[in-house]
């Protein structure tokens, strides 16, 4: 066998292949997330990137920001797609004519989907920065700032449909985790028929095993959510009339507290009062402790607020509060011990990749998506939150497992969750942006 890679000669291969990811994935002013399956820009996929592209190219980290930033509606929501004009019909579905965002009031001039995802770009904001503080980086955070701020606004005014102070999402992809058993129990409430996908054709089992995405089932719901949120133009003021899907995600609103910390930093480099932002945090943080915590099972869950009930399914989205700066001390020790138990398995030498999922659960499935394979982007949210939490031993064993991930199979979407294999898109860029920052 050929002699194994020093630790310097594997990092300098991997830091090769994921900035050759990032320049092939780059298209004019930002990143497709894979030129395959989604050859648009994503909205929290061009956060991760631009953490990444901080290490390298930190003009177009700015760049990439922006370019999301200018698709931002009038109420403040960043759009969860914004779509290129320059494709052909088709090279995505549900594709802009789907969308139809030209109808809706305060739409951007762009084509964009209706929906949000989870709001990370405070958070990368401030990251890109700090990496590199320079004359032009405060520049692009003044620029930022304001609209930073709105989209906290929408999220946490508009979207407040449990009164409690919580972003509601409306959609499962809206979370980013579109097929997560977290979903399952609100999805089952959705009136919908497998036969409704006959009418449209999906695009992304074209490029990826059908057996390692959503089912068509998934498909018939997630078109029914959005077609009934169309039909309102995406106005959010009925929402709690009759919406089929209304639930408060932890990773969402662990994001929104997170990113009312960033913005508490960049405040201060923009001349503006961090004071508000720290106060808002405090209150969020404190609130999902009180609707999303469950001190039975120990970890964080989604709250349906159809029924007013917990969703029991543990997946790793309980584990992502960990990223809050102010989590208190027993929902630290909690999360901490439901990481490092059977369920995900994290420890200083871990066996094998963090896990979408409980695997000890009857509905893990190691090659479905987002209900058992390792993503990235889930670790290095976590990683980031031993790092705030003073955890350096589990961060280096998480680190680590996620690096030899990247090392052996490529810049892989997501691996299998026991053997480590590359799964869904080869070439995918958070994969290579969050590798390269875990690398620095
Ligand atoms: C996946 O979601 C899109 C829909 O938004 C899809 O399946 O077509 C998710 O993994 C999501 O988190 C991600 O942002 C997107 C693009 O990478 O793909």
Not at 64 to 72: I, N, P
Not at 121 to 126: G, K
Not at 373 to 385: E, F, I, K, Q, Y
Request: with cysteine.
């Amino acid at each position: 066998p050929p002699p194994r890679p020093t630790g310097d000669e594997r990092a300098a291969a991997l830091r090769r292949l994921a900035v050759a990811t990032l320049d092939a994935n780059w298209e004019h002013d930002h990143t497709v997330p894979s030129r395959t399956l989604y050859p648009h820009q994503w909205s929290w996929d061009s956060a991760f990137i631009a953490v990444g592209l901080a290490h390298v190219r930190p003009d177009r980290a700015w760049r990439e920001l922006r370019t999301l930033f200018a698709a931002q509606w009038a109420d403040g929501r960043v759009p969860h797609i914004v779509f290129n004009p320059a494709l052909r019909v088709g090279s995505y579905f549900p594709g802009p004519e789907f969308w139809d965002s030209a109808r809706a009031d305060g739409a951007p001039p762009v084509a964009t989907s209706g929906m949000v995802q989870p709001p990370v770009h405070a958070l990368a904001a401030w990251l890109v920065h700090r990496r590199a503080p320079t004359e032009a980086s405060v520049q692009a955070l003044r620029w930022l700032y304001p609209r930073l701020v709105a989209q906290q606004r929408y999220l946490t005014v508009r979207r407040d449909v449990g009164g409690a102070g919580l972003a509601c999402i409306v959609h499962p992809w809206e979370s980013g985790l579109d097929n997560s058993p977290a979903w399952d129990a609100p999805l089952a409430a959705v009136p919908a028929d497998a036969a409704v996908m006959r009418a449209y054709r999906r695009h992304d089992t074209a490029h990826a095993d059908a057996a390692h995405r959503p089912t068509d089932l998934d498909y018939a719901r997630y078109v029914a959510i959005v077609a009934a949120y169309r039909a309102v133009r995406y106005r959010d003021g009925a929402l709690a009339g009759g919406h089929p899907f209304l639930v408060e995600c932890p990773l969402v609103n662990a994001a929104l507290g997170a990113a009312e910390h960033a913005l508490a930093r960049i405040a201060t480099v923009v001349g503006a009062d961090p004071g508000p932002h720290r106060d808002r945090a405090a209150r969020i943080t404190e609130t999902m402790v009180a609707r999303l915590y469950d001190p039975v099972t120990g970890t964080f869950h989604p709250r349906d607020l159809r029924t007013d009930r917990l969703v029991p399914a543990r997946t790793v989205l309980g584990l992502l509060p960990l990223i809050l700066p102010d989590l208190p001390a027993r929902q630290v020790q909690a999360v901490l011990t439901e990481a490092c138990s059977a369920r995900f398995g994290l420890a200083a030498r871990m066996a094998r990749p963090l896990p979408s999922h409980d695997r000890t659960a009857p509905d893990f499935e190691p090659l479905r998506y987002w209900r058992g394979p390792s993503w990235l982007n889930t670790g290095w949210l976590l990683w980031r939150g031993l790092g705030v939490h003073h955890r350096p031993d589990l961060a280096a064993g998480l680190r680590e497992s996620m690096l030899e991930l990247v090392a052996r199979g490529g810049c892989h979407e997501y691996f299998h969750p026991d053997t480590g294999a590359g799964l869904g898109s080869p070439a995918f860029s958070w994969t290579a942006a969050l590798a390269l920052d875990a690398l620095a």
